[in-house]
């Protein structure tokens, strides 16, 4: 079975959400926690994949999509349901300057929205590549931080990426247009 938008009023949804609130996230050494609006609350965010936006790159995209548009990166958890489990999934999400947020970044699931919880402590670092694992759960006793290569955890863990040769050279270009704009 396939991961699901999960079903908010689910009482083991809201087990996970604080779950999640409770956990140990930080962010990677040297970062500091953002200050975004919504801090751990669980919103309802329209996905509208755009141009170039490439599945499983959400960072990038919404990087992308915020140095040609304006507004901000928010950082935190995608949530997502599956047979009484679920996954906490890092992700990034864009807010327009009007307050809108917007998810730029194709799903596997093909929902026209996802469920989304900002969170403050967990940003993704482009400079060095750094970001959460993931977090899967089926109760506060059944759970584990996940890498994408599967790669499992009892504690919060935070992991460099290794790049593609072609991500290399896009990240280089998102990496250069920030600095432009200090």
């Known amino acids: 079975m396939k991961w699901t938008v999960p079903n908010i009023q689910n009482a083991g949804f809201t087990q996970f959400c604080d779950f999640i609130r409770k956990s140990a996230v930080r962010p990677a050494a040297g970062l ?3 200050t975004h609006q919504n801090h751990l609350e669980v ?3 329209p996905v509208i994949p755009q141009p170039g936006a490439m599945l499983g790159s959400c960072w990038f995209n919404c990087l992308e999509h915020m140095l040609a548009n304006g507004g901000e990166v928010v950082y935190g958890w995608a949530l997502w349901h599956r047979e009484g489990a679920y996954l906490g999934q890092h992700h990034a999400v864009w807010r327009g300057g009007q307050g809108q947020l917007l998810d730029p970044t194709p799903n ?3 929902d ?3 469920i989304f919880m900002p ?3 967990a940003p993704f670092d482009i400079e060095k590549l750094r970001s959460p694992f993931s977090v899967s759960w089926s109760s506060d006793s059944q759970w584990a931080w996940v890498a994408a290569d599967g790669t499992q955890v009892r504690e ?3 992991a460099a990426m290794e790049p593609t ?3 290399r050279a896009r990240i280089e270009r998102i990496r250069q247009e920030l600095k432009l704009r200090k």
């Open 32 to 34: 500091s926690p953002s």
């Open 43 to 45: 919103i309802h965010v």
């Open 108 to 110: 596997v699931v093909g």
């Open 112 to 114: 026209k929205h996802i």
């Open 119 to 121: 969170d403050n402590r």
């Open 156 to 158: 919060f863990y935070i």
């Open 165 to 167: 040769p072609a991500q």
